[in-house]
């Protein structure tokens, strides 16, 4: 009972910090001075025996709705999006939603695997470092996570294109799908996909393993200090039972809390790596639209990060409380 | 005072203490107990040097390096410029007389019978007498005397294109070439002729040549002299591939010349030095790393870059921590409403996606042209604007249970004013943490700059910095051939942030008391 009215009160907050941060964004959207409007209409009236600058600026402005003030223009926009209608993209000319469900799954399906590979990898070597602390193992786990984190993505993205794809030749420098593309069948075609997926997913582990590795091994650190397992150690069990049956699920606590905060943010694409390797999924696409100044998609990518971000805020709140009994939610 | 307690001190050092004696142990203070074991920390004392060789480079490199920051490099191309084409007449030309013709019929024939020796042919009902005056020319004449046609293969042209060369001069001309003569006379006007190299004159002023050479530039506006012609004719009749000559003006060229075999014909291109930027060098001696793609020096421009860098990431990490600090402080000591304002700003702010944020301002900016270094300045005002929320929640948290603190009490109960309170004794302890928080914001910070230079809507040329100059590997073929452009900015980037990381994650063990060691 207390979960589902601490539930409903952070929703109703997230609801209210949801309407300023798109309130923000759409004032800062409708305030930049070059807009993709502009863009167009300077390029139509360039056209020989064309309308002036400005009779092209009134009529895309009135036909893109952008002829409201910035707060009618704002409500209208919000009293839309609250019915699920985010107008068209101007840059892809397509319903926004439509581009959106063409790209999301790729870009999900691409977190999805990342993520896992980083569980599976941060995991145990966090335990082992937390295990043998102050070891030369724990020195190398530390400074390859601190070497992930700190690691530029372009530069990596680079320097892997260099290798594997110019000097071994095993995968393609951009995009999703190869050339011969359309001659495979079924199987091929997905192969061909996976394919170009290796270095990206590469690419997004490599650089973001470290975190939830230092996270891992910090926690367990804690855990492996705590009285409870020195009892258990004076209780006689093995090291491996201490380990792996006491201090181990004492760490999922804040992991579980944490990864399932993160849940959410595999919707939101990995907009640097997607446009590195030129991936059409959520984020490249976002990337192409925001920086010709599309401004429907740009607002629902924005607003869509922002629920993302609520989302994974309230999922680790509730999970920290519905995994550890200690906590009491207030 | 202070030689008061020297001398004291100088007195206790000379006594012997008891075993009991408090002065016996060492005491050390808990700043230096954080140096001791800061300084015992190998890895965050190898990220402290880092760090130091960084700034070095950085801040003292460029003013060691002999060049400028924009300083362009140039070099000296050599470039193939088809100049003229070349070809050894070895058939037969025609020239016609003036109401007269001699169509290509009559020609095949009259091939046929120059060939078997013959002194006249017909066709068509009409009869064609040879005379052959050398190998290479023939006179055809009608029985009657008149001139029909000139067969030859010397080739007579003039040496101005302004000067017309008609059937009698062309003809009187080639006919005194063939029997060695010194002059001839056409239209009444007396033509000196040199037999040796062929050079025809008139009134003492050069009128032409006759060669059995065909020359002409590929240029229109080119006009070949003479004295070019006789010299490369002479280099290919030697067999020489190429020479050097000095035109009117002096300058001197350098012209190399190609046979085709399929066409007979000879190319003649003219080497000509360019000057050009001086892109993508290898690393030489001059430049340590080569040039990049404006054909500036790497070394440099990565100093430089460094410079830029590094002092972004500090204003900027400046600018969040003082509004963190700031906001986060009023927050946490006032608590209440102050407190729920200030929070559910900093929860709006958290939301906020900042990396489309800037991506959206960058290109914006790239669309109205902002003046590269006021976009620098741009670009450290969002991000510190976007960054402080962070700050402003890690001070409000170690505000809240510091002011519950038996200090805080005393503090009050002294009737010491708020701002004081706040800021002299609420913030000092939370400094350690903010040092940790700051020091690996500014590993991030700068990754972020890099990231966004890198995709250029950051820092814009003509100032460098290192993400930019990663940039350039946008271009693949960079990428495959130039790595030297690319891989030392990234290493750069990647030291200076795992520097900034590690030393970071020092100080924070070295802060922490419970550490063992």
Sequence with gaps: MNTLKFIIKRLLISVVILFFVALIIYVLMRSLPASYVETIARQKSMQPGSKSFEEWMAQLNASYGMDRGIIPGFLHWLGQAVRGQFGDSWFYTVPVLQKFEETIWLSFIMGAISMVLELIIAIPLGIVAARKQYSKTDYAISVFALAGISLPTFFFASLLKLVFSVKLGWFDLFGIIGRNYEQLDKWGQFLDKANHLVLPIITLVVVSVGSLMRYTRTNMLEVLNADYIRTARAKGLSERKVIYKHAFRNTLIPLVTIVGGSLPGLFSGALITETLYSIPGIGYTSYTAMVSGDIPFSMFYLSFLAILTLLGNLISDVLYAVVDPRVRIA | ?517
């Excluded at chain 2, 017909?122 to 290479?136: F, I, N, R, V």
């Excluded at chain 2, 005194?176 to 239209?187: C, G, N, R």
């Design chain 2, 1 to 517: 005072m202070e030689e008061k307690t020297k001398k004291t001190e100088n007195q206790d050092r000379n006594e012997e203490y008891s075993l009991n004696d408090d002065r016996r142990v060492k005491v050390l203070s808990p700043g230096a107990m954080v140096a001791k074991r800061f300084f015992r920390n190998r890895i965050a004392m190898v990220g402290l040097f880092v760090l130091i060789a960084m700034f070095l480079f950085s801040f003292v490199g460029g003013l060691l390096s002999p060049y400028k920051e924009d300083q362009l490099f140039y070099r000296t191309e050599i470039l193939h410029k088809e100049y003229a084409g070349a070809i050894e007449n070895k058939d037969f030309r025609y020239a016609v007389a003036d109401g007269q013709e001699f169509p290509s019929v009559v020609q095949a024939k009259f091939i046929l019978a120059s060939q078997k020796g013959e002194e006249s042919f017909s066709h068509d009902g009409k009869a064609y007498q040879l005379t052959k005056e050398s190998d290479d020319l023939y006179v055809i004449s009608y029985p009657d005397g008149t001139e029909v046609a000139l067969a030859y293969k010397t080739i007579f042209s003039t040496s101005d294109p302004a000067l017309k060369l008609d059937f009698e001069i062309l003809s009187a001309g080639l006919i005194a070439a063939a029997k060695e003569e010194t002059s001839f006379t056409a239209h009444g006007e007396t033509f000196a002729l040199d037999p040796e190299d062929g050079l025809v004159t008139k009134d003492g002023k050069e009128f032409g040549y006759i060669s059995t050479w065909k020359m002409e530039p590929f240029m229109k506006d080119v006009f070949l002299t003479r004295d070019f012609k006789d010299q490369v004719i002479e280099a290919i009749e030697k067999g020489e591939k190429e020479i050097v000559y000095r035109d009117k003006d002096g300058e001197e060229h350098e012209y190399t010349f190609e046979f085709n075999p399929a066409s007979g014909k000879w190319t003649i291109n003219q080497e000509t030095e360019s000057r050009v930027y001086d892109t993508y060098a290898n690393p030489s001696k001059e430049h340590w790393l080569g040039t990049d793609g404006y054909g500036m020096d790497m070394l440099t421009r990565l100093m430089y870059g460094g410079r830029v860098s590094l002092m972004i990431g500090f204003i900027v990490e400046i600018i969040s921590t003082v509004i963190g600090v700031i906001l986060g402080g009023i927050s946490g000591y006032f608590g209440g409403w102050v407190d729920n304002v200030i929070m559910r700003v900093v929860d709006v702010f958290y939301c906020i996606p900042s990396m489309p944020i800037i991506i959206i301002l960058g290109a914006s900016m790239d669309a109205t042209g902002v003046d590269p270094k006021i976009r620098m300045i741009y670009l450290m005002l969002i991000l510190g604007l976007l960054g402080w929320p962070g700050i402003a929640r890690l001070v409000r948290g170690q505000i809240l249970s510091l002011r519950e603190q038996e200090f805080m009490t005393a503090t009050e109960a002294t009737g010491i004013g708020v701002n004081r309170r706040i800021f002299r004794h609420l913030i000092p302890n939370v400094i350690p943490q903010l040092i940790v928080s700051c020091t690996m914001g500014l590993g991030g910070t700068i990754l972020t700059e890099a990231t966004l230079s890198f995709l250029g809507l950051g820092v814009r040329f003509p100032f460098a910095s290192w993400g930019n100059i990663i940039n350039d590997v946008k271009n693949t073929f960079v990428l495959i051939n130039y790595p030297f452009i690319w891989i030392p900015a990234g290493v750069l980037l990647l030291l200076t942030v795992l520097a900034f990381n590690i030393l970071g994650d020092g100080l924070r063990d070295a802060f922490d008391p419970k550490m063992k060691r």
